[in-house]
């Protein structure tokens, strides 16, 4: 428990930091922090705060959908944005394309890290992927279907109202899956531990 506890307070501020830095990079972002610009570009609110107001929303999608809530989907709705806006406040402006490059590189690495971290201490999902899996299980849809439904759609207001999308949408689309994978091999707390072998 105690493990899994310290899991999910380090990976949600860190998950809020690796967005930040790709926010920072300027090169594209995932689709719902293309939205949460975009809000945050005709209201004036932080883009941090943002993401935690659209992730509060998105909760109260879930009741229609029978989901259940756990310790970890609150407090990704206060940590994840609130650190991402911190990190934002703190960086000093990213000049040059390399440097740029380099900070969604290092921004999607980070957050596949995290989410290794608030993902495997298996204390609920996040407000986002719980309501492409509430829409998977109300109306059997199949999480895949969901997934693309949801983020394109909202990839698509987000754009319409100025987020930006670019090539680093793209590279956040084909990285995340692999990074996240291999940090779940590591810091998944619900796999069984592997017997050593026995002395010979």
Known sequence: MTRRIIQLLLGLPLYGAGVALTVEAGLGLDPWTVLAEGISLHTGIGIGWVANLLGAVVLLLWIPLRQRPGVGTVLNILLVGTAMQITLDLMPPVEGLGWRVACLLGGIALVGFASGLYIGAQFGPGP????????????????????????????????????????????????????????LRFLDTARAPRALPAPA
Request: proline residues 4%; positive net charge; aromatic residues 10%.
């Open 128 to 183: 986002r992927d719980g309501l492409m899996t509430g829409l998977h299980r109300r109306y059997d849809w199949p999480v895949w279907r969901a997934r693309i439904t949801v983020e394109f759609t909202v990839l698509a207001l987000g754009w319409l109202l100025g987020g930006t999308v670019g090539i680093g949408t793209l590279a956040f689309a084909l990285l995340i899956g692999p990074c996240v994978d291999v940090a």
